[in-house]
């Protein structure tokens, strides 16, 4: 169960780690944004929807990419491994997987 948890996290930390430039370009924007406020230059209104956009995409990606996205990924490649490798059969005779996944 150790393997399935970890291989899970490792799964966590390859999508956060694809989320970095997105991380940074929201670290510039913000950077931008500071420096035209500093100087009494308002945001234009596409400056402001691109921002709006860049959190949403940043915020989505980190619930799903870290949340939702491992586990699914884990179960799709549990199944796999279970009825479509071609030498299904033989793990499935040596017990290699024995999580309980139903069958049609």
């Not at 995409?57 to 990419?65: D, E, P, Q, T």
Request: proline share 6%; charged share 10%; aromatic share 14%.
């Amino acid at each position: 169960m150790l393997v399935f948890y970890g291989h899970i996290g490792s799964y966590a930390l390859q999508h956060l780690a694809l989320i970095l430039p997105l991380g940074y370009l929201k670290f510039i924007l913000a950077q931008r944004a500071n420096l035209l406020l500093d100087n009494a230059l308002p945001l234009l209104a596409e400056e402001a929807l691109s921002v709006l956009i860049v959190d949403v995409l940043l915020f989505a990606g980190i619930a799903v990419y870290a949340a939702i996205l491992p586990f699914a990924q884990t179960y799709l490649a549990m199944i796999y491994f279970k009825y479509g490798h071609p030498q299904a059969e033989l793990l499935n005779e040596i017990k290699v997987f024995a999580f309980p996944i139903p069958r049609k």
